[in-house]
């Protein structure tokens, strides 16, 4: 009993010696401490502002100055006029073009929207070149967009000859399991896939195609890819 009181008068006496030594510390660096802690209150004033005054009405004016130039590229989609499909990756007398809200907005999504958009412009103008320049710099951003965008890169990269880059975009399309690009990706990876008579591999991209997207399957004719590569792989 004698020795369990000993031990907690002694752990009181340390606990009030650590205040001590903690009221000493604070009133020996008062000063730096409040100045580390208005340091860090301005920062976050500074965020704030940051966000309320310059992000946000910047990505509201970049998203305003995006709509001209994909209403001129739609224009050019739906009459094929190639001045058209120019005004919208250039500009003209009334708007902007993509490259110039890249050039602007550059850290906004528009911005980043208008790269994938400005890539299908030069692909209209057969610039392949820049088309694939500007896809390698555009970040994921919509889910749909970006996946279109890596069997893009992966065709671009087929077109040049370089297969395993190709493979490797065609790839990173297919997992993200979206209907409107995994299957078309799988298709075209196969396709090189038979090129290279890799029947088992070709195969297995139709047969990935018929179990996860039936229905588009069926649409793209891909029954007759399966039965000629599971024949050539002795299946």
Same mark, same amino acid.
């Given at each position: 009993?004698?020795?369990?009181?000993?031990?907690?008068?002694?752990?009181?006496?340390?606990?009030?010696?650590?205040?001590?030594?903690?009221?000493? &510390? &604070?009133?020996?660096?008062?000063?730096?401490?409040?100045?580390?802690?208005?340091?860090?209150?301005?920062?976050?004033?500074?965020?704030?502002?940051? =966000?309320?005054?310059?992000?946000?009405? !910047?990505? #509201? %004016?970049?998203?305003?100055?995006?709509?001209?130039?994909?209403?001129?590229?739609?224009?050019?989609?739906?009459?094929?006029?190639?001045?058209? =499909?120019?005004?919208?990756?250039?500009?003209?007398?009334?708007?902007?073009? &993509?490259?110039?809200?890249?050039?602007?907005?550059?850290?906004?999504?528009?911005?980043?929207?208008? %790269?994938?958009?400005?890539?299908?412009?030069?692909?209209? #103008?057969?610039?392949?070149?820049?088309?694939?320049?500007?896809?390698?710099?555009? %970040?994921?951003?919509?889910?749909?967009?970006?996946?279109?965008?890596?069997?893009?890169?992966?065709?671009?990269?087929?077109?040049?000859?370089?297969?395993?880059?190709?493979?490797?975009?065609?790839?990173?399309?297919?997992?993200?399991?979206?209907?409107?690009?995994?299957?078309?990706?799988?298709?075209?990876?196969?396709?090189? =896939?038979?090129?290279?008579?890799?029947?088992?591999?070709?195969?297995?991209?139709? #047969? &990935?195609?018929?179990?996860? =997207?039936?229905?588009?399957?069926? #649409?793209?004719?891909?029954?007759?890819?399966?039965? !000629?590569?599971?024949?050539?792989?002795? %299946?």
């Amino acid at each position: 009993m004698a020795n369990t009181e000993k031990l907690g008068t002694k752990q009181e006496i340390e606990g009030q010696e650590n205040e001590k030594k903690l009221v000493a &510390f &604070f009133k020996n660096n008062e000063k730096i401490i409040y100045g580390v802690l208005l340091g860090i209150l301005v920062v976050i004033i500074l965020i704030i502002a940051l =966000f309320r005054f310059i992000i946000t009405p !910047r990505n #509201q %004016k970049a998203a305003e100055a995006i709509m001209a130039p994909i209403e001129q590229y739609t224009l050019g989609l739906s009459t094929g006029d190639s001045l058209a =499909f120019a005004a919208a990756l250039e500009g003209n007398e009334e708007t902007d073009g &993509f490259l110039t809200i890249i050039d602007d907005y550059g850290s906004t999504k528009a911005a980043n929207t208008a %790269k994938y958009y400005a890539a299908l412009c030069y692909l209209q #103008q057969h610039n392949t070149d820049e088309a694939l320049d500007m896809l390698l710099k555009y %970040k994921k951003n919509d889910k749909n967009v970006w996946y279109s965008a890596q069997m893009l890169i992966g065709d671009l990269y087929d077109e040049q000859g370089d297969v395993e880059n190709a493979k490797k975009y065609y790839k990173h399309a297919i997992k993200g399991n979206t209907e409107l690009v995994a299957p078309v990706a799988a298709y075209k990876l196969g396709m090189l =896939f038979e090129r290279e008579e890799n029947w088992n591999e070709a195969y297995n991209q139709y #047969q &990935f195609i018929q179990d996860k =997207f039936y229905e588009r399957y069926t #649409q793209m004719g891909v029954a007759k890819n399966l039965e !000629r590569t599971k024949i050539k792989a002795g %299946k």
